[in-house]
């Protein structure tokens, strides 16, 4: 697989976790106890944000820039919205009793309906998002593979902490022959 082809991969894969994030605060909102680390109130956090801010931002040096700009004031916008039901949900701290009984939440009435209109705005926000993301897809895929080179991502295998000496002027010291 080229460069291009994994750095477009890694923007579907992106794709993927934005949406199973949009799902998970619908189940969190709807009453459905869901794993609190993968809501991070953080967007660096999440495996969106951690792709957006470590890969796709490197291609603002090409065409991209605005496209990426509205994109990080959508996420921004859509992590404040869902920093309010994250607190409802998951500030106040469950007491071991009522979890075991099998109470979801300690939010009241009223704060469940706040979560509810707060993820209804998420929601709408996360429709624009979607919209910049197949623009983004788009400006990439027609991005030629020399310019997806220069997009680097850090992989454990390609980094090397020491360089290879080559040739018989290195001297290893009294233990080398």
């Given at each position: 697989m080229?460069t291009k082809e994994k750095?477009?991969?890694?923007?579907?894969k992106?794709?993927?976790?934005?949406?199973?994030?949009?799902n998970?605060?619908?189940?969190l909102?709807?009453?459905?106890?869901?794993?609190?680390?993968?809501?991070?109130?953080?967007?660096?956090d999440?495996?969106?944000?951690?792709?957006?801010?470590?890969?796709a931002?490197?291609f603002a040096?090409?065409?991209?820039?605005?496209?990426?700009?509205?994109?990080?004031?959508?996420?921004?916008?859509?992590y404040?919205?869902?920093t309010?039901?994250y607190?409802i949900y998951?500030?106040?701290?469950?007491?071991?009793l009522?979890?075991?009984?099998g109470?979801?939440?300690?939010?009241?009435?009223?704060?469940m309906e706040?979560?509810s209109r707060?993820?209804?705005?998420?929601?709408e926000l996360?429709?624009?998002?979607k919209?910049?993301?197949?623009v983004?897809?788009?400006?990439l895929?027609?991005?030629?593979?020399?310019?997806?080179?220069?997009?680097?991502?850090?992989?454990?295998?390609?980094?090397?902490?020491?360089?290879?000496e080559?040739?018989?002027?290195?001297?290893?010291?009294?233990?080398?022959?």
């Amino acid at each position: 697989m080229n460069t291009k082809e994994k750095n477009m991969c890694r923007l579907y894969k992106a794709r993927t976790a934005h949406l199973k994030w949009v799902n998970s605060v619908k189940l969190l909102v709807s009453g459905v106890s869901v794993d609190k680390k993968y809501l991070t109130p953080l967007a660096q956090d999440s495996d969106l944000g951690q792709w957006f801010y470590n890969e796709a931002k490197q291609f603002a040096q090409f065409n991209s820039k605005n496209v990426l700009e509205e994109m990080e004031e959508l996420l921004d916008e859509m992590y404040d919205i869902y920093t309010k039901i994250y607190s409802i949900y998951f500030a106040k701290e469950q007491s071991t009793l009522k979890a075991f009984l099998g109470f979801k939440s300690n939010a009241s009435k009223y704060e469940m309906e706040l979560a509810s209109r707060c993820y209804e705005d998420l929601v709408e926000l996360s429709d624009k998002f979607k919209n910049k993301f197949g623009v983004l897809e788009r400006q990439l895929l027609a991005l030629g593979d020399p310019k997806h080179e220069m997009v680097r991502v850090f992989e454990e295998e390609e980094i090397s902490t020491v360089p290879e000496e080559s040739g018989d002027d290195y001297y290893h010291g009294p233990r080398s022959h």
